[in-house]
């Protein structure tokens, strides 16, 4: 909900108060904290498509945020709820998402304002076409400066029509591949960018969990397995941050909400047959042999261990954050929780890993997108085979000298990783070391007792170095 206020605070004003606390402890300088949170430059489009023999005029935004470091990252998102405010909002927390989890990029994001459903894939493609020539036109599309993404309602189909739109327009453009992220494989994209989100949601909770004093902090024991955990949307992050958790760390799924309503089981839902449902109707309405919940957003205030909602900004507002009752609210979505709720959340001690930190696992990997493209080169070529060879050697070695090498040892030992294990190791390692830089930050300043505040604080210290580094002129 972009347009949804919340005591009249819109979501870009709600980002600064959160900013704001982190800038507080950090006792910045107000200049260079102004210099910081506003957006460096923001671009609006109209511009007319013809749909079924009519004129339709659609409007797009690209907000820039932070030039800190170029290109400027983020997705482009095609919603009805789209507007300038929102577009802002989501441009600030991926300056502040890059710098939390060391992507050397600055922030940016991109909306259409329309409702993707009501136009067939040709339609679609013209669209974002057209799009596409307005932004490359005016400096907000390019390898070297501003880099989009999917978001809600786009994925690797647009992104492959805003490639191949560019490529025309720039033929002489040698990194023309890395104009955008999120292409499909055989267009430059990287193995286990579509999943990346959700993944990186995975690792984030299990790397929580590794940490037995924050788990007792929120009121849970150190074991992931068994946790009951409700997922609020089963789009591309919420459907994969569920699937790995219930499949790989045996979570148990006890409630999903979705746009017609919820399902809850306290024995557990199968993710899988719940989005085979959803894909084929539209909705979890009807879903059989558990029980369906009318108004969905009830199902956020049902107890759990985990509340994970990965689908609208504002969805715990200031009417439901007193009822909320998770022991961890873990935000796969971009700004679920308005200011006022956090506020709120923080008072009632429930532990909160925030939007900049949770779902920077998109960004990551498109960053690893990015640089293969610059490298033109798939990861993994150049050394696959060599990392083989050598660790048969080893198995050799090990078997001539006696030593018995269980299968599975010599199969793994034997195995040279592929562009995939590359990727998930490195997304595995940027969530982690994020993880760890913001609980050293919370633990060191006593001034800062949660998970939001000392993230913010850990990425304004990197972009306000930055900017002093080089000086503001
Ligand atoms: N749209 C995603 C986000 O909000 C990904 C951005 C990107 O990969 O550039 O983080």
Redesign the pocket.
């Known amino acids: 909900m972009a347009n949804s206020e919340n005591k009249g605070v819109s979501f870009r004003q709600s980002v600064d108060l959160m900013v704001d606390r982190a800038m507080a402890v950090l006792e910045l300088d107000p200049g260079i904290a102004k210099a910081i949170k506003g957006c460096k430059a923001v671009l609006e489009v109209r511009f007319p498509v013809e749909i079924k023999g009519k004129l339709e005029v659609f409007s797009g935004w690209r907000a820039v945020h932070s030039i800190h470091r170029l290109p400027v990252?983020?997705?482009?998102?095609y919603a009805e709820a789209v507007d300038q405010d929102e577009v802002e909002a989501?441009a600030a927390?991926?300056s502040y998402?890059c710098a939390i989890v060391d992507v050397p990029?600055g922030g940016?994001?991109g909306g259409l304002h329309i409702d993707p459903r009501k136009y067939d894939r040709d339609e679609l493609q013209r669209i974002t076409r057209r799009f596409t020539r307005e932004l490359a036109t005016r400096g907000f599309l390019s390898p070297a400066t501003n880099?989009?993404?999917?978001?809600?309602g786009t994925g690797q189909r647009e992104m492959a029509w805003i490639l191949d739109t560019y490529k025309h327009l720039y033929p002489n453009d040698i990194n023309y591949i890395g104009c955008v992220?999120?292409k499909p494989v055989n267009q430059g994209g990287v193995r286990g960018?579509v999943e990346?989100?959700g993944r990186g949601v995975q690792y984030a909770i299990k790397e929580f969990f590794r940490h037995d004093d924050e788990t007792a902090a929120a009121g849970l024991d150190s074991k992931l397995e068994g946790k009951r955990v409700i997922i609020q949307g089963l789009g591309n992050v919420g459907y994969h941050a569920a699937k790995f958790l219930q499949e790989e760390d045996k979570v148990l799924i006890t409630g999903i909400i979705e746009r017609d309503g919820a399902l809850v089981s306290d024995s557990g839902l199968n993710v899988e047959d719940v989005k085979e449902y959803v894909t084929e109707n539209h909705g979890v309405k009807g879903f059989p042999g558990v029980e369906f919940v009318e108004v969905g957003s009830m199902v956020l205030e049902k107890e759990c261990d985990i509340l994970i909602p990965a689908a609208l900004e504002a969805v715990i507002h200031g009417g439901n954050a007193g009822a909320i009752n998770a022991k961890l609210l873990v935000e796969a979505a971009?700004g679920p929780t308005t200011f006022e709720a956090d506020t709120i959340l923080r008072e009632r001690g429930i532990t909160v890993l925030p939007d900049a930190y949770v779902?920077?696992g998109?960004?990551?990997?498109?960053?690893f997108e990015w640089v293969r493209n610059l490298s033109h080169m798939r990861f993994g070529r150049m050394e696959k085979r060599m990392d083989e060879n050598r660790g048969l050697h080893i198995v050799n070695a090990l078997k001539e000298t006696g030593h018995d090498v269980p299968s599975w040892v010599a199969k793994e030992l034997t195995r040279g990783p592929d562009e995939l294990d590359l990727v998930r190791s490195g997304l595995d390692d940027s969530m982690r070391s994020a993880f760890q830089q913001i609980k050293t930050t919370k633990d060191k300043n006593d001034k800062v007792d949660d998970f939001r505040t000392a993230s913010f604080v850990v990425a304004i210290e990197k972009i306000a170095t930055a900017y002093l580094d080089v000086g503001v002129y």
């Open positions: 990252k983020g997705g482009i998102r989501l927390l991926m998402k990029f940016s994001k880099v989009p993404a999917p978001d809600m992220t999120g960018r990346a989100t971009n779902n920077a998109g960004v990551v990997v498109s960053y």
